[in-house]
């Protein structure tokens, strides 16, 4: 089985992601191992098929730069929410 990746990106999903969308593949018997949002689906001029469901995936941690009343700066990690992901087989092209 190939590693699930992002389609604009290029970019492998990891962890938990990667682990999530091939079982879900699997399930859903998907060719495809490319993934994308809603709005990246648009940008390529696809649509998503009617009645199709998008998994979840956690998109990581973003790093904050916070000022001390000391005057140091202290890098802090924020978690950045999750996105919603179709597998390219749920997508077609705008008629």
Do not use: C, H
């Not at 990106?9 to 495809?32: A, P």
């Not at 929410?81 to 008629?95: H, L």
């Amino acid at each position: 089985m190939e590693n699930q990746y992002n389609i604009t990106s290029g970019d492998n999903y990891q962890g938990k992601n990667q682990q999530n969308l091939m079982v879900t593949k699997k399930e859903k018997e998907y060719k495809s191992d490319g993934w994308l949002t809603f709005l990246q689906a648009r940008e390529k001029g696809l649509k998503i098929k009617k009645g199709s469901k998008a998994v979840s995936i956690f998109r990581g941690f973003g790093k904050v730069i916070k000022q001390k009343d000391n005057g140091k700066a202290k890098d802090v990690s924020v978690p950045m929410g999750w996105a919603y992901v179709f597998n390219m087989d749920q997508t077609e092209k705008f008629k």
